[in-house]
């Protein structure tokens, strides 16, 4: 079975510039998630989807990130303008019916210059 | 906002002593709290999770045990090996939002041999 597969693995961008990232999470599985992940830091949840459906996005700062999951199947996630701190690993996850066990990508490391 | 501690940040132990990991969590909500490992560069993986009508749970050398009353849930390894060595990441639910997870800080666990 395949994994959850993100694109890029890095980018280096300067600030005020944008970027993008992509996930295309297990086949079948419904929800997905994104995740930020800071060096030294636990991951923190900016948006969950289920289907093509926002579940939660409360955490996601609005003002610049933006993400979809238009078919209900991949996913991008988009920073525009970005700042230095949204340097991170920016991790993608989907999970199956009925089961917590969230299954992560391995990650697409933004440098914010 | 809900928020999960985690302690210690940094343990170091001998290669066949035990480790415990210990979490505190705000959200009385959250009925479901999964432990991850993460290995240097690599993905989180799911090593244990345990549910709220679950006072503890054992899978070979690795244990969790949880109390709702107090909102403290806490990973115990026996036995440990070097390739025990990992950061490893308490989670609890969001609520009622499904399975979207809070993560603590981390655990950075050495094993020495």
């Known amino acids: 079975e395949a994994g959850v597969a993100q694109s890029p693995r890095y980018k280096i961008i300067e600030k005020r510039q944008s970027v993008a990232f992509w996930c295309n999470p297990i086949?079948?599985?419904?929800?997905l998630y994104w995740y930020q992940q800071i060096l030294g830091q636990g991951p923190k949840l900016l948006i969950q989807?289920?289907?093509?459906?926002?579940?939660?996005d409360s955490q996601l700062p609005k003002d610049r990130f933006s993400a979809e999951r238009l078919k209900g199947v991949d996913s991008t996630l988009k920073i525009q303008p970005a700042k230095l701190e949204d340097s991170a690993v920016y991790l993608c996850?989907?999970?199956?019916?009925?089961?917590?066990?969230?299954?992560f990508g391995e990650g697409s490391r933004l440098t914010v210059l | 906002g809900e928020n999960v501690e985690q302690h210690p940040s940094t343990l170091s132990v001998q290669e066949g002593d035990s480790a415990v990991i210990k979490c505190t969590y705000s959200?009385?909500?959250?009925?479901?709290f999964p432990w991850y490992k993460q290995e240097l560069g690599k993905r989180p993986q799911l090593i244990i999770d345990?549910?709220?009508?679950?006072g503890e749970k054992k899978d070979q050398r690795i244990a969790v045990t949880l109390n709702k009353t107090a909102k403290h849930f806490s990973l115990h390894i026996t036995e440990t090996q070097p390739e025990d060595s990992a950061v490893y990441f308490c989670?609890?639910?969001?609520?009622?939002?499904?399975?979207?997870?809070?993560f603590g800080k981390g655990t950075s666990l050495l094993v020495t041999p």
């Open positions: 989807f289920q289907n093509n459906g926002v579940v939660d």
């Open positions: 959200d009385s909500a959250s009925n479901y």
């Open positions: 996850a989907s999970s199956g019916p009925n089961t917590g066990e969230l299954f």
């Open positions: 086949s079948g599985h419904a929800t």
């Open positions: 345990i549910r709220s009508n679950v």
């Open positions: 989670a609890a639910s969001l609520g009622v939002r499904g399975y979207a997870l809070n």
